[in-house]
């Protein structure tokens, strides 16, 4: 079986200055690959460059083939058929990709329709209610009918998980997902995360500066350090024999 998603030497430069220098990796169906990297070495723009969402400012350049299609190429329409369909992002700082003044129900409503277009209200509703439950908010019911200020940052957090889950992504893109919550919120954020990779049948590529943080999810890691991965290998291989002394010096300084 061909790798769900491969990328294929994979640059991105703003205005003319490179930030990420010929990457390649693969993702397997139902895999989780970690990408770690200190802040500024990549990451985000990798992670944006798979869903086309970089800014008119970025040439980006390489392969990216997903389910045999090459997203770089693919007309607008069809990569309009992937975002939030079958590939689904969510990010550091939950109250950006909220609207503050919507109900949080709408919003995940939308997330689905936006998709599924001429659905009946019941199952909107139905939808909605399940993807919350999904990701264990508390009285679904009641809370639909909530504004995103309600709700803690963690909380925030599953909504947007239950926004990216709802049509059922082959592919989830977890961009620092635990970064701005503190600590036993990270903890919660990442043990939802496990347990979905566990009950659904998703691939992920999982982001953070954080190789501790990554180490507990993923399958195999990427190093990431000034725009090139310098190694990836399976987590436990990285861990008992890193090979570049970046990943050493990553290994050296977790806790
Ligand atoms: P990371 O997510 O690993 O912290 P980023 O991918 O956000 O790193 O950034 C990589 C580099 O690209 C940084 O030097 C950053 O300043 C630069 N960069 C990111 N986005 C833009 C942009 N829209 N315009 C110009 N430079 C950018
Ligand atoms: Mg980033």
């Known amino acids: 079986m061909p790798p769900l998603l491969q990328v294929e ?32 070495s990549g990451k985000s723009a990798t992670s944006l460059a798979l869903l086309r969402l970089l800014s008119q400012s970025a040439q980006t350049t390489g392969n990216i083939t997903f389910s045999n299609e090459n997203l770089l190429t693919l007309p607008e329409e069809g990569m309009r058929r992937h975002r939030g369909r079958s590939i689904a992002m ?11 003044v919507m109900k949080v129900g709408t ?11 001429g659905e009946s ?7 909605v209610l399940e ?20 709700f803690s940052g963690g909380q925030r957090q599953r909504i947007l998980i239950a926004m990216a889950l709802i049509n059922r992504p082959q592919l989830l893109i977890a961009d620092e997902p635990t970064t701005a919550l503190d600590v036993t919120v990270q903890a919660q954020i990442l043990n939802l995360l496990k347990e979905i990779r566990r009950t659904h049948d998703l691939a992920m590529l999982f982001i953070s500066h954080d190789l501790a943080v990554v180490s507990q999810i993923a399958d195999r890691v990427a190093v990431m350090q000034k725009g090139r991965i310098v190694e990836l290998a399976p987590t436990e291989t990285l861990f008992r024999n890193p090979q570049h002394p970046y990943t050493r010096k990553l290994l050296a300084s977790a806790p």
């Open 121 to 127: 209200r019941n199952m909107i509703k139905t939808k």
């Open 90 to 100: 969510i990010f550091q700082e939950p109250m950006i990709a909220l609207n503050p």
């Open 9 to 40: 030497n994979l640059s991105i430069a703003f205005n003319n200055t490179p930030v990420v220098h010929n990457i390649s990796f693969a993702i397997n169906a139902g895999e989780t690959l970690g990408l770690v990297g200190e802040s500024g």
């Open 131 to 150: 993807a919350m439950l999904a990701v264990a908010l508390p009285e679904p019911e009641r809370r639909v009918y909530d504004y995103p200020h309600q």
């Open 107 to 117: 919003q995940i409503a939308e997330a689905y329709t936006a998709h599924h277009p």
